[in-house]
């Protein structure tokens, strides 16, 4: 590895940086974009990228490439050799890189210029720069508003869930992908963008300053009959051990609701520190390189005596996942809600001759039972495509909590 920063993101992907011993999950779907920009495509996730493990740096360029790779996976030798000559020709490296690892059948290959990488940096401490939108697409193609985060330009713009998205800067987005969008909507602190929406059928356009904006990836709730909520928009750093002390906070006798809802994954190093305030040591999940077998394991004393239920539907993926995963398997948690997304395989990074970033597929993750999630998910033990929450609480009833 040429010095590759701590890949991060939310983009997810277990990443075994040996040499910064941080292990990330990355979720691939947009420049950085998921959790940075407030954008996660969940109408069209497969599209869009999705989340993925990706194990960093355990090899030299040389010996991964004499590994054998997975099917549906790029040679980064030719990734890197046609990122080359583009570059000699003074064309994009980039895109001569992205055209060979699409015509690989790398689902989740993606590359990335120095600016989009270094981009994940500031995903993974919940930070980023936009105007605070998180944008969906829809079927048909359109770009709608999601969420708007309390107190950022969007916010203060009077934008809401709801609005259509038309363009950004005088670009169309219908039909885009949301790493596009997310492309339109970064840039420096301070910086215009111009934002044409409709709603209701009337069009507006807002101008809007983009701003250093910050998410708090762990909220804690108490709900009646002592029920702690601890919700993990994500997993950045410093959210494991958040969710430890909520645990630890919680009053005596209460029961848990870990919300994993819409939760794109984050670092892996902060999911196993998640898992460990629910688990005493043990493994919480194995993963491989080109064929090299690795192992995950939480830390010893966490509380494994109070009643727990995960919270899971189809925007749970990656590091998530691997946390419900990791908790199912060993009887620890009961999993409520909709099968999660599915994103388990492996992608490592090599720097290119141009310094754009190829992540290519090179193994995937498995829970302690051994299922890989990979395009399966994990299909909770009680189904509630409506109302999990109450329904999470009766279970929660069943295991003695409450009066």
């Known amino acids: 590895m040429l010095g590759l ?40 996730a497969v599209g869009a990228g999705g989340g ?47 055209e060979v690892v699409s015509r690989s059948g790398d689902r ?23 105007v605070g939108l998180w944008t969906e697409r829809r079927q048909d193609g359109r770009i709608d508003v999601d969420k708007v985060q309390p107190g950022s330009p969007a916010a203060r713009a009077g934008l809401r869930a709801g609005d259509r998205l038309l363009s950004i800067d005088g670009n169309a987005v219908t039909g885009l992908r949301i790493c596009d969008v997310v492309a339109l909507l970064r840039g420096e602190a301070g910086t215009p963008v111009v934002l044409h929406l409709t709603r209701d059928g009337a069009d507006r356009t807002e101008t809007l300053r983009r701003e250093q904006l910050r998410a708090e990836p762990v909220t804690v709730r108490e709900l009646p009959g002592g ?11 410093g959210s494991g051990e958040q969710v430890r002390a909520a645990v630890r906070a919680a009053p005596a006798g209460a029961g848990f609701l870990l919300d994993l ?27 491989d390189v080109r064929g090299t077998q690795r192992a995950l394991y939480a830390s010893p004393g966490g509380d494994t005596a109070r009643p727990l239920v995960a919270l899971v539907d189809g925007g749970t993926m990656s590091a998530a996942e691997l946390v419900t995963g990791a908790l199912q398997d060993r009887g620890r948690a009961v999993a409520v809600g909709t099968r ?32 890989s999630l990979d395009g399966d998910g994990i299909t909770p033990d009680l189904a509630a495509p409506d109302g999990a929450e109450e329904r999470a609480r009766t279970v929660l009833g069943g295991l003695g909590v409450g009066p």
């Open 108 to 130: 989740w290959g993606m590359v990335y210029d120095q600016g989009e990488y270094a981009a994940f940096t500031d995903d993974l401490d919940g930070r980023w720069t936009g």
């Open 227 to 237: 029920i702690t909520v601890i919700k993990v928009a994500s997993f950045t750093r």
């Open 340 to 371: 999660t997304f599915g994103k388990g395989s492996v992608q490592m990074p090599t720097q290119l001759p141009d310094g754009s970033v190829a992540e290519l597929t090179v193994g995937t993750y498995r829970t302690p039972a051994g299922r």
């Open 5 to 44: 920063p701590s890949i991060p993101p939310f983009c997810l992907r277990p990443r075994d940086l040996r040499r910064g011993a941080v292990l990330t999950l990355a979720f691939i779907a947009a420049v950085g974009a998921a959790a940075g920009t407030g954008c996660w495509d969940r109408a069209d």
């Open 261 to 287: 809802r819409g939760n794109p994954g984050g670092l892996v190093t902060e999911a196993v520190t998640a898992a460990s305030a629910f688990l005493d040591g043990g493994l919480v999940a194995t993963y």
């Open 52 to 98: 993925g493990l990706t194990a960093t740096g355990a090899q030299t360029p040389a010996a991964a490439s004499e590994a054998p790779r997975e099917g549906g996976t790029a040679d980064r030798e030719a990734v890197a050799r046609a990122a080359a000559e583009a570059a000699a020709e003074g064309k994009s490296g980039k895109k001569a890189a992205q």
